[in-house]
């Protein structure tokens, strides 16, 4: 079984801050890791993938095998990244799973 | 938009009553899931289709729900006999086939509301 962790519901930063949005995993195999994006009124996204191994609007992401992590950061926050974060995983069965997200507010 | 698109947008429907949304992927996508998306929660996975053929549907998914995608295009999912606990945003989403990395590209979902 495959599942997606994401401890906090809410994580409320100033701008300019650094952030940190956690991610744990469970799954025993080599799993695909994803951050979608959802702003306000708009459709859920693609933020970054782990194979990419890209930096998307600052935010990064690593992959931390032995600590089953996936989390997201960025350096300074910017009031444009208030959104709703997913974590998502795709193991062997093509069917991918998500966190419960993290709601981020940065404020100005 | 090439984009993936959901109709309606939003359905508000009496207990009991049937409903069917509709699906439609981006063109060139041959894998179509279907999720369920409550009040703080994340997506929860219903059904996938790996061109018209249903390949899996998950336990949340009841006898009333059934999904189609008859010519590998469009989907539906008809909710028969539905129940306040029905009561979700219904979110399709594509993907290009057999590739993990693949990431979805979802719809703007329909707001299901039953009262």
């Known amino acids: 079984a495959q599942r997606v962790t994401q401890p906090e519901k809410l994580l409320s930063v100033f701008k300019g801050a650094p952030v940190e949005l956690k991610c744990n995993y469970s799954?025993?195999?080599?799993?695909?890791l994803f951050w979608y994006v959802q702003y306000s009124r708009q459709r859920l996204q693609l933020l970054l993938r782990?194979?990419s191994r890209e930096s998307i609007k600052g935010f990064t992401a690593d992959l931390n095998k032995g600590e089953t992590s996936f989390h997201l950061k960025k350096p300074f926050a910017q009031e444009e990244d208030s959104a709703m974060y997913y974590c998502a995983l795709t193991g062997g069965s093509y069917i991918p799973t998500f966190g419960r997200g993290t709601s981020l507010i940065v404020h100005p | 938009d090439t984009g993936v698109s959901q109709d309606p947008r939003h359905k508000i429907t009496k207990r009991g009553q049937n409903v069917t949304f509709r699906c439609d992927p981006i063109s060139e996508h041959n894998r179509l899931y279907w999720y369920r998306q409550t009040l703080g929660q994340g997506p929860e996975f219903l059904t996938y289709?790996?061109?018209?053929?249903?390949?899996?549907k998950s336990r949340l998914l009841s006898d009333r729900f059934s999904a189609e995608r008859p010519k590998g295009s469009f989907s539906t999912l008809e909710i028969q006999r539905t129940e306040q606990g029905d009561s979700a945003m219904y979110l399709c989403?594509?993907?290009?086939?057999?590739?993990?990395?693949?990431?979805?590209?979802f719809g703007n979902g329909t707001r299901l509301t039953v009262t």
């Open positions: 799954y025993s195999g080599s799993p695909e």
């Open positions: 289709f790996q061109n018209e053929a249903q390949l899996e």
């Open positions: 782990h194979i």
């Open positions: 989403a594509s993907s290009l086939v057999g590739r993990r990395e693949s990431p979805l590209h």
